[in-house]
T-cell receptor
Framework: GAVVSQHPSRVICKSGTSVKIECRSLDFQATTMFWYRQFPKKSLMLMAT?????????EQGVEKDKFLINHASLTLSTLTVTSAHPEDSSFYIC?????????????FGPGTRLTVL | AQSVTQLGSHVSVSEGALVLLRCNYS??????LFWYVQYPNQGLQLLLKYTSAATLVKGINGFEAEFKKSETSFHLTKPSAHMSDAAEYFC??????????FGKGTRLSVIA
């Protein structure tokens, strides 16, 4: 099966610091990776779509300078929350799609719980 | 624009009873439809998906869903609930190669 990992699984940081979250496709090459944010008892909100080697496409209302996304290789995408504030505390989930076929399945990582103090 | 509506944020059933989780979609063209399950503090696991083949789709863990174009629905069912089915369930829609658009989720509780 296709496995997607995220690191770290949990992170606590002080307000004003930056946090980097890694998303890796372990046994396949991901043409596209997605980053979602999930608030408690809420649905997943798509933040951005990233394709390897190109700039990420951010959804409306998502600050691209705040949430930096880098998709440097076909197996790794990173989300950096810059100058984190308590309102950035959330559950961040990435997913990866391994080909460009229609309805190609997205495989989800286990998520990263970010707490900003 | 595509959207997904899940009716009922919380559904509670007895163990052994029928599970029915409702999902309606809005799309100008036939979409691809998905059901995902999420256990606490975990990512999402695909239960099943509809990609314009058979309208009755069978998934993992005994779940199935039927695509009804006339009703724009894709309800998830399971004949007999198990305690292990307690989780959050998300219906999602996808158009072409776009990202998944999720419903707000339905929390399923199973009572012994």
């Amino acid at each position: 099966g296709a496995v997607v990992s995220q690191h770290p699984s949990r992170v606590i940081c002080k307000s004003g610091t930056s946090v980097k979250i890694e998303c890796r496709s372990l046994d396949f090459q991901a043409t596209t990776m997605f980053w979602y944010r999930q608030f408690p008892k809420k649905s997943l909100m798509l933040m951005a779509t990233s394709n390897e080697g190109s700039k990420a496409t951010y959804e409306q209302g998502v600050e691209k300078d705040k949430f930096l996304i880098n998709h440097a290789s076909l197996t790794l995408s990173t989300l950096t929350v810059t100058s984190a504030h308590p309102e950035d505390s959330s559950f961040y989930i990435c997913s990866a799609r391994r080909d460009r076929f229609l309805a190609s399945e997205q495989f989800f990582g286990p998520g990263t719980r970010l707490t900003v103090l | 624009a595509q959207s997904v509506t899940q009716l009922g944020s919380h559904v509670s059933v007895s163990e052994g009873a029928l599970v029915l989780l409702r999902c309606n979609y809005s799309s100008s063209v036939p979409p691809y439809l998905f059901w995902y399950v999420q256990y606490p503090n975990q990512g999402l696991q695909l239960l099943l998906k509809y990609t314009s083949a058979a309208t009755l789709v069978k998934g993992i863990n005994g779940f199935e869903a039927e695509f009804k174009k006339s009703e724009t629905s894709f309800h998830l069912t399971k004949p007999s609930a198990h305690m292990s089915d307690a989780a959050e369930y998300f219906c999602a829609v996808m158009f072409r190669r776009g990202p998944l658009v999720f419903g707000k989720g339905t929390r399923l509780s199973v009572i012994a």
